[in-house]
């Protein structure tokens, strides 16, 4: 018995010896490494001339040796231990933080790499590696171009390595506060000069892509699902630099993880930005695939309205924080598709596109507005082919203009109200009349545009004075909405600029269209809710209204003789924007009559609408809503029209337009 204890004795001593050897030379290592800047008086000597580099293989060499001997006990070892109770790491970070001897950053940088990348044990969450760990990554990318970019780039990749196969160690590196920033600072200065080689490699060769977006997609999918399409429209001044939402704004349920998801989403655009092109399509490329078409496409088609409406709020706000090219193509493709090609009237919603244009007529008016929201931020973005795609497609060859016929004499003759069953000869003797004799025949340009006082005019005039409100009250005459427009124009106008579009209209070609005009799925969804106008929810009416807005600035020729010349001879079988009012005018002139004191209501509503009365249930409230909706928009496109027109010509008149009348 005593002479098998001892045996065993023995063993383990025999074991533990090639332990003690390797800490005493890990320790002679390190103590060497200390030593030289007790002991060297010349600091113009590069560290790689000294045998720090040396001693560091040597250090590393020990601590994976020692592990895969400690593999079958699972222990941490001696060496492993040492490392971190001394806090050699965070030394290591100050020395290379001062450069001495010079290109010791290079060095340090190589034997955290290798540290990281070549000792299984998990090292990250230890508050003596991680602190470091961010402290070195606050060094990187302080001078571009730098001569550490090489070493800076493993080190992040071998850190975004380490995140992929443990994404809770993201909270370890890149927490809130100064040492996030510069860490995604760093990376972000990292893709924007790193070379095609580099680029290449991390694309390629490292996990820095997809741990990215996968961390975006689980801050997408830790947000609760009942959050409010209202709050998350109205949250805004995110930023990758500030994730936090701001502290002045309301609280509501889930307001830290829709703040903490937009951040980062802001921090992708903003890399996808400033990248290299081949990292930038990369990274792009995985948010459309991993976000946009894996998670929020099944949510927009969704039975659930809750999932359609958080998603579609969700994608709104999204729209408006993108910026980078890279991103917004990718964006526009999911969205819209690549096919430009005109959709047939008859043709089933295939596509993500035609769903959501049903979706802007649905029967959830919630619903209805947020997909209408999501439109107006698309219409906002940079890109022709959003333009392209859902109007000039459709528009191009003019095939909504009469071949054959005789340009119209007349206003009348345009607009052809005797032959339209809303204006009946009785209906016209009841009292109610346009609020002005139409023109005479419209005077036109030399170019052949009608000018613009004529088309100013037919919008004021639209409206019967009997349903106008607006020169009763103060701040909503015709002046503020052409102060209004010309600034939304020229911005129009500026991002428009590089897509070279013509000044005028082609030639009408003689011969008739091979299919009948179709306005697309778009303007026909937009006419048929302004068709309707005068019964739908007050808040729906202002988006129909307000997306339409949008459209009519847009400075195409085509666009602008179809939304906002009342005096284009449409084909028979087509409607424009102001066949579609004039029909709503019709409506409009038959329902007053049966409305008791429709003036007064009228006016109470609109103030109620503006604040300076107590709201309160009315008779025909809708549809009192509706009128004053329709004033205002008819006064509106009026405005559009008239800073559209080019300043230099001799038919514009820019003295002060009296109201009603330019």
């Known amino acids: 018995m005593l002479s098998r204890l001892g045996a065993l004795l023995q063993e383990a001593v025999g074991a533990r010896e090639p332990s003690i050897d390797l800490l005493e030379a890990f320790v002679e290592h390190w103590k060497g490494i200390t030593n030289y800047y007790i002991e060297s008086t010349d600091e113009n000597t590069p560290a790689k001339k000294t045998d720090i580099p040396w001693r560091l293989k040597q250090m590393l060499d020990i601590l994976v040796y020692e592990e895969k001997q400690q593999a079958a006990a699972g222990e941490t070892g001696p060496c492993l231990e040492y490392l971190l109770q001394h806090k050699i790491l965070e030394t290591l970070c100050t020395l290379g933080k001062a450069e001495y001897p010079p290109g010791m950053r290079q060095q340090v940088l190589q034997f955290f790499s290798k540290v990281l990348a070549q000792v299984q044990h998990p090292l990250l969450h230890y508050l003596n590696v991680h602190r470091p760990v961010q402290k070195l990554l606050r060094l990187g990318g302080t001078v571009p171009g730098s001569l550490t970019e090489k070493e800076e780039v493993q080190f992040t990749t071998v850190l975004c390595s380490k ?9 370890y590196i890149l927490e809130k506060g100064r040492v996030a920033l510069k860490a995604r600072e760093n990376l972000l200065l990292l893709v924007s000069v790193a070379s095609q080689a580099a680029a290449t490699y991390l694309v390629q060769s490292s996990p820095c892509c997809p741990a990215i977006v996968e961390h975006l997609c689980q801050l997408y999918q830790s947000l609760p699902s009942s959050l409010d399409p209202a709050d998350i429209a109205a949250l805004e001044g995110i930023s990758w630099r500030l994730p936090s939402a701001p502290s002045d704004e309301a609280s509501f349920p889930g307001k830290e993880a829709l ?4 951040g980062w989403f802001d921090y992708c655009d903003h890399l996808i930005t400033e990248a290299h092109t081949v990292v930038s399509d990369a990274l792009a490329k995985a948010v459309a695939e991993k976000l946009f078409v894996e998670i929020l496409q099944p949510q927009l088609l969704h039975v659930s309205e809750q999932s359609v409406l958080t998603s579609t709020a969700l994608l709104t706000v999204m729209l408006r924080q993108l910026r980078s090219p890279a991103l917004l193509r990718e964006a526009v493709a999911f969205l819209l598709g690549m096919d430009q090609q005109p959709a047939a009237s008859e043709d089933s919603p295939r596509t993500l596109c035609a769903h959501l244009i049903r979706h802007c007529d649905h029967l959830s008016d919630e619903i209805s507005i947020a997909t209408l929201r999501l439109f107006e931020e698309l219409l906002q973005k940079p890109h022709e082919q959003i333009v392209r795609s859902l109007i000039l497609c459709y528009l191009e ?10 340009e119209p004499e007349s206003y009348e003759d345009t607009l052809d109200l005797e032959e339209d069953p809303y204006f009946t000869d009785s209906f016209l003797d009841s009292g109610f009349q346009p609020s002005a004799k139409p023109p005479p025949a419209p005077a036109t340009n030399p170019d052949g545009k009608t000018a613009v006082t004529e088309i100013v005019n037919s919008f004021l005039c639209l409206v019967p004075e009997e349903a106008k409100t607006s020169a009763f009250l103060e701040e909503t005459g015709y002046d503020t909405y052409v102060h209004d427009a010309y600034g939304l124009f020229q911005e129009c106008s500026s991002r428009v600029t590089p897509w070279g579009w013509p000044l005028a209209p082609p030639p009408l070609d003689p011969h008739e269209p091979e299919q009948p005009f179709f306005e697309g799925p778009f303007l026909q969804m937009l006419f048929d809710r302004m068709s309707r106008i005068l019964e739908q929810p007050y808040s729906l009416n202002l988006q129909v209204t307000s997306v339409l807005s949008r459209l009519a600035l847009f400075p195409h020729p085509l666009i602008h003789e179809y939304l906002l010349d009342p005096y284009t001879n449409l084909a028979p079988g087509c409607r424009s924007l ?25 006016l109470l509503v609109r103030r109620q609408l503006m604040g300076q009365v107590p709201g309160e249930q009315l008779d025909h409230q809708t549809f009192l809503q509706g009128v004053v909706v329709l004033e205002e928009f008819c006064k509106e496109l009026a405005a559009i029209a008239f800073v559209k027109f080019p300043p230099h010509s001799p038919h514009l008149h820019l003295s002060k337009p009296r109201e009603g009348h330019v």
């Open 163 to 171: 995140i992929q196969q443990d994404p809770a160690l993201l909270t």
């Open 259 to 262: 703040a903490a998801f937009l």
């Open 397 to 406: 060859g003019r095939p909504y203009v009469a071949r054959g016929s005789p």
């Open 578 to 602: 102001f066949s579609v009012l004039v029909r709503v005018i019709g409506d409009l002139m038959q329902r007053i009559q049966r409305v008791p004191q429709f003036p007064g209501k009228l």
